[in-house]
């Protein structure tokens, strides 16, 4: 079995059908590139797997044991265990501007510590909470972010930001870590920035699926690539087939359309 299955996803919001019934799978470490036109339902699929939005149909299942079934209530406890199974980076980067890069990798796990700790008085708070603070002191150090920690968003610049929201991302250990163009804010340098740690990510095994514009990016970094067209995946394969040997009229479409932006 797929380290996670996807089937049958569909979304609607109110009488506009956003997702059609995806079935989607990928193996543990392995990276998915997801490209496609806008208003082709790619962030709204990331956005399912990570439950922000709430499926009407269909299923998830990771590692072959969690999983999320559509037909079933679930409550807000369960759904916030659900979010941490998949981090997300959104493309805004949506830091808290009032905390320090530190504070923000930081205190998102503090708050997930002290509610452990309500639930569990024999849980040992203090020592959590410092293994919280190494946490976040390492994964911006990994970052390239050790001499930043104690700046503010304002006091980076947007790559500076980017990284320490893919830092927050890796700090709830989760299964699979997913962007949502994750360089679509910033100037070809800063984007540099973003990508080669992605791909430093992707060297050390991590799962991830990211949307993105970037197609050479998707081409040299990504294992599979997918192309959302209409609420469906039109095409998937290995980057290089996809890209020079399309077979869908959309896919060959899309890729000619930006070729030729780029050339432009």
């Not at 956003?18 to 962030?43: P, R, Y």
Request: charged letters at 25%.
């Amino acid at each position: 079995m797929a380290f996670l299955e996807v089937k049958n996803l569909k979304k609607s919001f109110g009488s506009t059908k956003v997702l059609h019934g995806i079935d989607f799978s990928m193996e543990q470490g392995e990276v998915v590139a997801v490209i496609g036109a806008s208003g082709g339902g790619k962030t709204t699929f990331l956005r399912c797997l990570n439950f922000l939005e709430i499926a009407d149909e269909g299923t998830i299942e990771i590692d072959g044991g969690f999983s999320f079934n559509a037909e079933k209530k679930y409550t807000e406890s369960e759904i916030r265990e659900m979010i941490l199974r998949m981090g997300l980076v959104f493309q805004s980067f949506n830091l808290f501007p009032q905390y320090t890069a530190f504070d923000n990798v930081f205190i998102p796990m503090k708050l997930r510590t002290v509610e452990r700790h309500k639930k569990d008085k024999s849980f040992d708070l203090a020592a959590a909470l410092e293994e919280n603070r190494e946490r976040a002191r390492y994964l911006l150090c990994e970052v390239g972010l050790k001499d930043k920690m104690q700046n503010y968003p304002w006091q980076l610049s947007g790559g500076q930001q980017q990284r320490v929201a893919i830092a927050r991302a890796l700090a709830q250990n989760p299964d699979v870590l997913c962007f949502d163009e994750p360089t679509s804010a910033l100037d070809p340098e800063l984007t540099g920035e973003v990508l080669r740690v992605i791909k430093e990510l992707k060297d050390k095994g991590c799962t991830m699926i990211v949307v993105t514009h970037e197609m050479e990016f998707a081409r040299k970094v990504a294992d599979r690539a997918i192309f959302f067209a209409d609420g469906v995946i039109e095409e998937e394969g290995v980057p290089e087939k996809l890209f020079e040997h399309p077979t869908s009229p959309k896919t060959a479409a899309f890729l000619g359309h930006v070729n030729g932006s780029l050339n432009g």
